[in-house]
């Protein structure tokens, strides 16, 4: 038994038997049907407040690392 789950934060996932649909279905989860809501079906993705720094890929390597 597979069954489609959607969830309006956490996406999409397939529950494989019973007891996990159950215990899924009780956390929120709903079964997708071609009738399934959009705003549930696709999650809105999440931005970041702030972009994450890359490091700075001109850092001076030591000689030490060449092996001379």
Do not use: C, F
Not at 39 to 62: M, T
């Amino acid at each position: 038994m597979n069954v489609v789950l959607v969830h309006s934060v956490h996406g999409a996932k397939i529950a494989i038997n019973e007891v996990e649909l159950q215990q899924d279905l009780k956390n929120g989860w709903t079964r997708y049907t071609e009738d399934t809501p959009a705003e549930v079906a696709a999650p809105r993705r999440r931005r970041r407040a702030d972009p994450i720094e890359q490091p700075n890929s001109n850092a001076l390597v030591s000689d030490e690392s060449e092996g001379s």
